[in-house]
């Protein structure tokens, strides 16, 4: 069964460092999100994209984040000056119609 | 605003008893909704889609109903089994996006 497949499963960072985290979504697949999940809360909307341009974006995804679908199968969110708060579990999902598919996520931890 | 509210964090059940979970919605009247399974540290996991215009939708051993008068969602899973313990997600639509409860927590006990 096609994956969205998601890199790194872990990342460590400092506190005001970039980071980029990666997501291939399912090929034939139209829409693509990111969300995030604090710990112990619920799963958050960060950003929806389609036909290469952002669709709508929530609160949380303010000027230090960005997306990027830089070729036909990678999708992308940096965040470029982490905070302690930006710890959470990030997930990418897609879809072409319907249900969506996420990935297994990235944690994420700012020290 | 867009509110959704599953009814307890947490839900305790007998193995081969029916659990039924339940999701509240107000000030919107989405025209579908889905339900998700997430398990620890994992990604949410698609379950099933009802539309508006659908009382039931039914997969195996899940059931689905969508009561757009009451603005409520159904989840039922029958016989329930150990390896169901999960927590449920309801999900209905924005604009160009889902949005999700903090879901109900199952545990299906032995």
């Known amino acids: 069964e096609p994956e969205v497949t998601q890199t790194p499963s872990h990342q460590v960072t400092q506190m005001g460092q970039e980071v980029i985290l990666r997501c291939v979504p399912i090929?034939?697949?139209?829409?693509f999100y990111w969300y995030r999940q604090i710990l112990g809360q619920k799963v958050e909307f960060l950003v929806s994209?389609?036909?290469?341009?952002?669709?709508?974006k929530s609160e949380i995804f303010d000027d230090q984040f960005s997306v990027e679908r830089p070729d036909g199968s990678n999708f992308t969110l940096k965040i470029r000056s982490t905070k302690l708060e930006d710890s959470a579990m990030y997930f990418c999902?897609?879809?072409?119609?319907?249900?969506?598919?996420f990935g297994s996520g990235t944690r994420l931890t700012v020290v | 605003s867009q509110k959704i509210e599953q009814n307890s964090e947490a839900l305790n059940i007998q193995e081969g008893k029916t659990a039924t979970l339940t999701c509240n919605y107000t000030?919107?009247?989405?025209?579908?909704l889905q339900w998700y399974r997430q398990d620890p540290g994992r990604g949410p996991v698609f379950l099933l889609l009802?539309?508006?215009?659908?009382k039931e939708k039914r997969k195996e051993r899940l059931k689905v109903t969508f009561d757009t008068t009451l603005k409520q969602s159904l989840f039922h899973i029958t016989a329930s089994q150990p390896a169901d313990s999960a927590t449920y997600l309801c999900?209905?639509?924005?604009?160009?996006?889902?949005?999700f409860g903090k879901g109900t927590r199952l545990h299906i006990l032995p």
């Open positions: 999902a897609s879809t072409r119609t319907g249900g969506y598919t």
């Open positions: 999900a209905p639509p924005g604009d160009d996006k889902i949005i």
């Open positions: 090929s034939n697949h139209l829409y």
């Open positions: 994209f389609y036909n290469n341009e952002i669709s709508e």
């Open positions: 000030n919107y009247s989405p025209a579908y």
């Open positions: 009802i539309r508006e215009n659908e």
